[in-house]
């Protein structure tokens, strides 16, 4: 079992950055963030494998940064120029593929990220 913690999610305005924080337990192949709004399904948003290479979600790309630190056993989300349809609660995911959703088998409890326009 793997137990993952996020921290960092905010209230912020359009155009605004947060970075997310999320800390395992142990490290897994690959870890993500997966994001999911009201009434919407659950999206894969960014992956990262322990070779560092990474995987975005078309709608993130040019403004989201997935890094991890091996030794921290943590991997953070930089967000830059949010807009309101970012607004979700952001899950860390670790153990599954890219951004599979059915194949991750261990989640956090989310953390919040709200836009205002």
């Known amino acids: 079992q793997v137990s993952l913690v996020e921290s960092g999610g905010d209230s912020v305005q359009a155009g605004g950055s947060l970075r997310l924080s999320c800390v395992a337990s142990?490290?897994?192949?690959?870890m993500s963030w997966f994001r999911q709004s009201p009434g919407k399904e659950r999206e894969g948003v960014a992956a990262?494998?322990?070779?560092?290479?990474?995987t975005y979600a078309d709608s993130v790309k040019g403004r989201f940064i997935i890094s991890r630190d091996i030794d921290k056993k943590t991997v953070y989300l930089q967000m830059n120029s949010l807009k309101p349809e970012d607004t979700a609660m952001y899950y860390c995911?670790?153990?599954?593929?890219?951004?599979?959703?059915?194949?991750?088998?261990?989640w956090g409890q989310g953390t919040q990220v709200t836009v205002s326009s």
């Open positions: 995911a670790a153990g599954g593929s890219l951004l599979a959703l059915n194949s991750y088998d261990h």
């Open positions: 142990r490290n897994m192949f690959y």
């Open positions: 990262i494998d322990s070779f560092l290479s990474s």
